[in-house]
């Protein structure tokens, strides 16, 4: 399979959805000059989920699945370091990986299609619910939020893959579906777990 883009890459301990918002401090030299690239070119970079060695050392590999991140605003924080708020755009699937000379990876990359709309189902009406009160407190941060999101599957499960206390590892299972009411259906049976309490 031949790649779609060739992207420089941000292992994080973390992992960003479609539309999700991710503020970062950026304070290595290889991941300024990302910043700077990005902001350059206007141009986006990928994060990945950074996974433990399987063998238990202290090694770390990167998920092969990850969320093409743009940067949409710059700011200095209290210690002086640059911060950039985030914003993810889609999904990929990284085919090889190259390190230039100052450490920061770059990934050969195929998009992945998002599935068709779908309406969130009756029995995942609840989920939509839970969304719409997270936007009570967090929708000033998603200026693009129209009523009608709450009716479509893969925007509510993303928005909850962001806003729920999920483990990272369990976020990576749930970006990886490609069907949006599966990744419904799975949050659902994991709420009871991990809805905060009111």
């Known amino acids: 399979m031949s790649p779609d883009a060739r992207i420089p890459l941000f292992p994080l301990h973390c992992v960003l959805v479609p539309g999700g918002r991710l503020p970062l401090r950026i304070f290595e030299p290889r991941y300024l000059d990302l910043v700077r690239d990005c902001s350059r070119d206007d141009s986006g970079f990928g994060v990945c989920l950074l996974l433990p ?7 770390h590999h990167h998920a092969r699945i990850g969320t093409l991140a743009r940067i949409v605003d710059f700011h200095t ?3 002086g370091l640059l911060g950039i708020v985030t914003r993810g755009q889609r ?3 990284i085919l090889d990986t190259t390190v230039r000379n100052n450490g920061l990876l770059l990934g050969s990359v195929t998009w992945l299609r998002e599935a068709a709309h779908r309406q969130v189902p009756e029995d995942c009406s609840l989920l939509a619910d839970i969304t ?5 407190r967090l929708g000033s941060n998603y200026p693009e939020y129209r009523h009608q999101d709450l009716q ?3 925007w509510v499960a993303y928005r909850l893959i962001e806003w729920l206390p999920l483990p990272p590892i369990e976020q990576q299972v749930l970006l990886e579906l490609n069907d949006p009411v599966q990744r419904l259906q799975r949050l659902l049976r994991l709420l009871p777990e991990h809805l905060p309490e009111a």
Do not use: M, T
């Open 91 to 93: 999904r990929f699937r």
């Open 152 to 154: 479509d599957a893969a």
């Open 132 to 136: 719409a009160r997270f936007l009570d």
């Open 53 to 59: 060695d399987p063998e238990g050392g202290d090694a």
């Open 77 to 79: 924080l209290d210690d």
